[in-house]
């Protein structure tokens, strides 16, 4: 029996991750999107990968560009995940105010995230209406500092640690 797509989205809702946005630079202008589709692939070579929508405005331009950076979020930064993710459709330059930096490879870094990694496009597949894109990586940066912003079951969040003391179950 096929699953149905309501019943696999509520599944998959229950997988916290992490939120980043993704920027590229081409033919002098800057792009970017919210995503939460990122993890590290490979450490010989420097390897990650994200996910793409394929009716995604930027998903050709990443194409295009052959370059993308990836931004890491962190939870004081839920404005730029909502602004990057197309929730604040008044403002058309997503980039107006940021005091980003070019990266190596001209995607834009924006500032105080917790972590980044700048990338060329090293490989993409065909994920059904995503493109998996993989990035070698070409230089990254984890400076940290705060909580990471979270997506869970449809909602932003952030993380709360529990007890980092192991305990034995009881009974």
């Known amino acids: 029996m096929p699953v149905d797509s309501q019943a696999f989205r509520q599944a998959l809702a229950q997988w ?9 630079h081409l033919n002098g202008s800057n792009y970017g999107l919210t995503a939460s589709s990122f993890t590290s692939l490979s450490l010989d070579p420097l390897l ?13 331009l990443i ?7 990836v931004n890491i ?24 105010g940021i005091n980003f930096r070019p990266a190596a ?16 496009l090293y490989g993409q597949h065909d994920g059904g209406d995503h493109t998996i894109f993989v990035g070698e990586v070409l230089e990254a940066a984890g400076p940290g500092g705060h909580a990471p912003l979270l997506y869970f079951n449809r909602a932003w969040g952030q993380f709360r640690p529990v007890s980092t003391e192991a305990t ?3 009974g």
């Open 16 to 24: 916290a991750t992490g939120v980043t946005v993704v920027t590229t």
């Open 48 to 60: 990650i990968l994200i996910a793409v929508r394929k009716a995604a405005f930027t998903h050709d």
């Open 63 to 69: 194409a295009q560009s052959r370059v993308f950076a």
């Open 73 to 96: 979020l962190s939870a004081e930064q839920v404005e730029w995940g909502k602004l990057f993710a197309g929730q604040r459709p008044e403002i058309t330059d997503r980039f107006a």
């Open 105 to 120: 490879t001209g995607a834009p870094i924006l500032p105080g995230v917790l972590g980044w990694v700048d990338c060329r």
């Open 168 to 170: 034995a179950p009881r």
